[in-house]
Each structure stands twice: as C-alpha cells, then as structure tokens.
C-alpha cells in the first residue's frame, strides 16, 4: 500500500469533518447579535415557514423578493444622513467655481457652517443643495467623487466612517435572507448613485439591487466618448408612495418582506402587505440615546428633522402585525465596533 | 456480501457515468441553431476570452453584464410588433366604453382596420394608441391583460403564438451566456410591463432583469387595498439614447456585450464599446425575406415604418468592429418550428 491510498483515505476524512463544520455552522445562530425576544422569533419563524416546502406559507424562490430602506434602517442617519455631509463638504470644493454661492441661500449658510439657516429653507433648501452638488458631472466622475468621499469622510460624533456606522444585527439579517434564497433590496429615499458606489462593498448588494432616488441623465457623445451626463433636474422621489412605484419599475415584483424606520417607508410596507400569502413588516425605532439616537416621535421620544417614526406609523404598525424593533431591547450590538 | 453494497457500487458507477454525460453536453455545441461563420465564431471566442481567468481580456463574472433589445432582435417585430397588436384588441375591447372614439383619430381608423390611416399620424399616434390602452388600470390588472393575451394571440403570416415567433439561436445565445456567468438583461424600447408578463416563461428573463419603456404609475389605496394605478403619460421612453440611460437606471453598471437590430440600439452599442476592456457588439440584419422578413433599409434592404437598419447604422458598425449577423447566413434555424 503506497502512500496514495492514506492521502485519498485522509481527504475523504477531512472532507466529512469539514462537511460536519458545516452543518454546525449553518445550525448556529445566524442573527447573534439580536437579543432572543419577539423580533427575532418573528423574522425566523417566518424565514423557517416561508423557505419549508411542506409549509402552507411556503413562498417560492423567484418570489422572495426582501426590501430595506437605507438611512435609518441599514446605517444611521443622524445628526443627518451622510448623503447630506457629502453634499456639504462638495459645496465646499465646488464653491469657488460659484461666487455667486457667497450670497445666494442656501449655499451662503450653508458654507459659513450655519445648518441651522440653511436649513429653514426646508425641503426645498435641501433640493438646491441637491442639485448644485449632485448634477455637471459624468456618472463615472460622480461615482468616483463618491468612492473618494467615502474612504475618508467620518461621522461627526463618533467618529468612524460613515461605511461603519451600519447596523451589525441588520447585517447578519440580510446575509441570514440571502442563505435563504430572498433576494434582497434597498429601496431608499436617498440618492441611488451615491449608494451604489459603496452598497455592493459594505452591503453585498450590487448596483442592481440598489433603488433610490435619482437625477435626470442624458447620453452625450463628450470627446468622443459615449457617457451619461447628470442634469440638474430630479429625475424620481423614492420615498413614502414613491417606494412601490421605485419597486414596481425595477424588481417587478410585490416584495414579501420590506424593512423600514419612518413615515417615508409607510406606503412600501402597506404595499408589501398587500400581497397574497406570507408577508413580513419590520420598523426599527430608534429608542437608545445611548449607543445611537432615541428619536420618534412615537412613544415620546425627541422629533427630528428628517427620519420621523410618527405615533400614527406607530399605531399602524401595531394594528396592522408589523414588527417593531426597539434598538434598546433587541439589539445585543448596534455597530461592529460596540461588541 | 448482501445486496447493499452492490447497490452502492451501482450508484457510484451510474454517478460516473452521469458526470461523463454532463462533461459531454457542456462541450457540445452550445450554438447548435448557429452556422459556423465568423459571427458565431466571433461570440465563442469572446465568451472563452472573457471566462478564462489566465487571459487578459478576463472579465470578473459580476460585471458580466450583456443586453439584449427585444423587437427584431429576440424575437420578430414584422410586421408591426406584437405589442401593437395587443393594444389594436385591447382599443377593440375598451371601445364600447369609449364612443368617442368612433370619430377622434387614430382611434376611428384603427377600428375600422385602417392601419394605414392611422399610422399616417406617425409616432403621435402610436402614442395616443399606447396611452389610451395601457393606461388606467392597475399594474396587477394590466400584467393579467397582457397574459391572457399572449396566450392565445397569433401571428398574422405565420399563425404561430407569438411567444413562438421568439429567435431559436437568440435563445441558445441567452442560455450559453447564462451558463457562463453572464447576467443577461432586456434592454428595449417596448413596454416593460408588457414584456414581464411573458419574459420570464419566454426567456428565463425575471422582471428585474426587463428593462423598457413605461407609463407612469402612482401608489394608491382602492378600496382599501394598496395598488399602483397606470397613469395616461408616459413615464420613460427606453430607445436611443434612453437606452444607455435606462441601463444605468436598473444595472448602475456599462455593460460588455450588448445585442440589438436598428437605429434604436446605436446609442446602446456605443455606450457598451465605451467601457474599457473586452467588449462585444452585435446587430442583427433582418436579411431572409422566405424564413422571416428582409428589411433594412442597409444594404438596398425594403425600407420599414418601425426597426430601421439604416445603411448609416451598418456602415457604423464595420468601422466600429461590431459583429453582423445575417439572417440567411449565420442562422440555421430562425424559430423552433423551422427545424
């Protein structure tokens, strides 16, 4: 007997050794870093029903359609959503190409640092910082500013970056979806070119799979070059009934579970409930002043500008079988780095 | 010895005999509708190129990305395509809500089988023939329509379904780039909730991967029940330089293979080769008037109203380096049932 034999014996070993790894792996807990609690029985009673052959809630796979809002939901959105420090630290570098920034509003505010004054101006302050910040380039160059923004930019009080500051338990809940054959989406009011330049990175999700909103682009023949021009024009508002029009255009099909935090994802989950068979409703609410933010303002918690869960989306979300998650209860970690 | 262990035996030498059996299909032909011919030549030797890790045109398998226009390039559009049809028996269905359409154009014409009075109105009149037929019910109700339609609707020459009138090498070609881990998309100016309805059953196609022209649509409770009701107005307009827009849109990523038939897919064809790397173009030329249609006007081909192949378009794709197919040459085959 050579050698041979033993190194094929030894592989046929390792390999069942590995194999039982495995199984044990799979078996783990694959959310550690949700508390045992009703939120978390909910998500995989309804993952075990829906991904069982034998269970009348079965949902098949081309079916398992999983949507999740961004700011608030997969990473955190205050002081305010990074998308907005982004455009900020943009007018900076785009502002001496505009002296006429110096006087106008928002930008004259806005780049003396006063957020306060810049902001009263409301939603449409935020729109003309949109689009003077978002608009003129190329795509590519877009993406790039992006990718360039986001290696280093740091989030105001903790001071990590912005790609650290995601949620760890809804990180293991989206991998958790994807071993179970949903196919996964964000379907998010913020802009779907500054998420898709670091969501496959951070999130697994690639372009595709990532739903916002978006600016008006044009073909344009530049040098010689074929590129996609960014107008300043709003193209699609992906938020509150915008979500299942954004949905419907790109995925087609009525999601059977949708994921959100706030008053902008109430028609996406009213419209994921809608649907025939198994359906699953989630709101994060904010409520841990200590390891995040605690704002609402349901249950009495602080309002804010942006990210609102109101007490009326909270009553509906009770009356109607959502699943609520208090970030404080069921979260064992809020950030990898708070473990 | 018991019985049990030759049963073993017996699966492991049936095991071996079924790999040899796979390992044989994956070598055949994978284009068997194909002629041999620089063309198809042309499509294997970029997919081997691409696929293979130690070649320097390797393509990393998630940004695979190839689409395909559907009217004249997936399957026959001659000679109006199917949807023009659809929307002629869906006008015939709602008239008798409609009275006054008896008299308005194009309406009146198109109900007295007049097509060519009415399309003397040119796309204005195809416009208002798409909105008053696709429009006012909900995204649900219309998808329903478009079923049932499809299921028993003929084509007008060859009084096949048309869901049979689909391109048998086109098929192969989806599947073989399917197999080699390209992510294959629908990329066409005809209606994406039209072609969802069947694309899937068709194609293998799921609705995120459809990418077309669309009405608009807004999110609302009827009777208590969330819909998406489709609006008169056109929301996006998926040809010419909308293609490269809508790619960007739903896939955020330049594709490296892309495939079409006329002047509608230049901008496509162009945005793909602009993207660093291998690339890969290709147009079909509807040159086989006995198997299919001969229509350019490229090449002293008849001159059509919809799916022009200008002489410009070809001489754009020689200088380019874009593969053309020819319909008499390169296809064994045109559909599954001229086999």
């Given at each position: 007997m050579s050698v041979f034999p033993k190194f094929l014996v030894c592989i046929a070993i390792f390999g069942i050794l590995a194999g039982g790894a495995a199984t044990l792996a799979q078996s783990?807990?694959?959310?550690?870093?949700?508390?045992?609690g009703p939120a978390k029985q909910a998500i995989v009673n309804f993952v075990r029903a829906t991904t069982d052959?034998?269970?009348?809630?079965f949902v098949p796979p081309e079916e398992r359609i999983a949507t999740f809002d961004n700011?608030?939901?997969?990473?955190c959105e205050q002081p305010m959503p990074a998308q907005f420090y982004f455009a900020l630290d943009r007018l900076k570098v785009l502002a001496p190409q505009h002296p006429?920034?110096?006087?106008e509003e928002p930008f004259a505010s806005l780049l003396k640092g006063d957020l306060k004054t810049a902001l009263a101006g409301g939603d449409q302050a935020l729109l003309a910082l949109l689009v003077a910040t978002h608009a003129g380039t190329t795509t590519a160059e877009f993406e790039q500013s992006v990718k360039e923004w986001v290696a280093t930019a740091k989030h105001?009080?903790?001071?990590?970056l912005y790609t650290e500051m995601v949620y760890q338990p809804m990180l293991e809940l989206v991998a958790y979806l994807r071993a179970n054959g949903f196919k996964t989406f964000i379907v998010s009011g913020g802009g779907i070119e500054f998420m898709r330049a670091w969501a496959e990175k951070v999130?697994?999700?690639?372009?595709?799979q990532v739903i916002g909103s978006s600016m008006k682009t044009e073909f344009e023949m530049r040098d010689g070059q074929p590129v996609l021009v960014r107008l300043p024009?709003?193209?699609?508002?992906?938020?509150?009934?915008g979500k299942p029009v954004g949905i419907n255009q790109h995925i087609g099909r009525r999601p059977v579970m949708a994921f959100g935090n706030s008053d902008g994802d109430r028609e996406m989950l009213e419209y994921t409930q809608g649907g025939s068979g198994a359906r699953f409703m989630l709101l994060v609410l904010h409520d841990d002043a200590v390891r995040e933010y605690a704002y609402g303002?349901?249950?009495g918690l602080p309002d804010v500008r942006l990210g609102a869960f109101t007490q009326a989306l909270y009553d509906q979300a009770k009356k109607n079988g959502w699943t609520v998650v208090s970030m404080k209860e069921d979260w064992k970690h809020i950030f990898a780095f708070d473990k």
């Open positions: 783990a807990d694959p959310l550690p870093s949700w508390n045992d052959p034998a269970n009348t809630q700011d608030g939901t997969l990473w006429e920034w110096n006087t105001p009080k903790t001071g990590k999130y697994g999700l690639p372009p595709e024009e709003l193209n699609f508002n992906d938020d509150k009934g303002p349901a249950k």
